[in-house]
Each structure stands twice: as C-alpha cells, then as structure tokens.
C-alpha cells in the first residue's frame, strides 16, 4: 500500500510563490499517474493537475492554467506543485492522489474526477493573504 505525504505549504502574500511536495512510499513509484486536487472551506475536492507515469502529460484545471506547474523526479519517488502568482482564491488543503492502474494515462477528462485517483495523503495547507 502506498503512502503519500504531501509538505511545502504555508501562508504567503499575493503573488508569492510556493513549490509543494508529495512524496510517495514504495518502489513502483514511477508506474503510476500522480495528481493534485484542492479543497477549500465548505467546497468539494478541486482537481488542479496530473501528470502521467511517463512525465509526458500533464492537465491543469481552468483556475490555474498559467500559474501552475506539475512535475515529477521517479528517482526521488516525489511529484512536485510549482505555484506561483497565488491568489486569495488559492487558499486551500492541498492533496495529492494517485491513479490506481499502473501504466495508465488518463484523459483531461478523466483527470478530474476526484473518484480516479486514491492513496491520498494528508494534505498540505496553503493560506494566501491579499
């Protein structure tokens, strides 16, 4: 069973920049998809990014497009969430998931259905002040 443990959050200003951390147990890190969600106070679970096993795609929800990035080292067994420009809105418990099939690329679609991805670890809170 693979644990997730997501760090790196924090409260910064608008406009700051923050670069989370979820890293993951076990040795077949590198065959599986890994994606980022959110959830804010009284909100449902927010998709914000996937990159697949292979490094070679990556989605990104609407809100963060551009100010965003999602990345992943197989051999520190890490996915990694640059953001950068935060806005008030950002604020959030931050989640990291991962896809259940090995091997698997799920479509932009797919990505952001909160039901495709299990293993979530504890989260990481991000507070952004304006």
């Known amino acids: 069973q693979v644990q997730l443990v997501e760090s790196g959050g924090g409260s910064v200003q608008a406009g700051g920049s923050l670069r989370l951390s979820c890293a993951a147990s076990?040795?077949?890190?590198?065959?599986?998809?890994m994606a980022w969600f959110r959830q804010a106070p009284g909100k449902e679970r927010e998709f914000v990014a996937s990159?697949?096993?292979?490094?070679?795609?990556?989605y990104y929800g609407d809100s963060v497009k551009g100010r965003f990035s999602i990345s992943r080292d197989n051999a520190k067994e890490t996915v990694y969430l640059q953001i950068d420009n935060l806005k008030p809105e950002d604020s959030a418990v931050y989640y990291c998931?991962?896809?259940?099939?090995?091997?698997?690329?799920?479509?932009?679609?797919?990505?952001?259905?909160?039901?495709?991805?299990?293993?979530w670890g504890q989260g990481t809170q991000v507070t952004v002040s304006s």
């Open positions: 998931g991962r896809d259940p099939r090995a091997y698997d690329t799920q479509t932009y679609y797919s990505s952001q259905r909160m039901a495709n991805w299990n293993s």
């Open positions: 076990g040795r077949t890190f590198s065959s599986y998809s």
């Open positions: 990159i697949n096993w292979s490094g070679d795609t990556s």
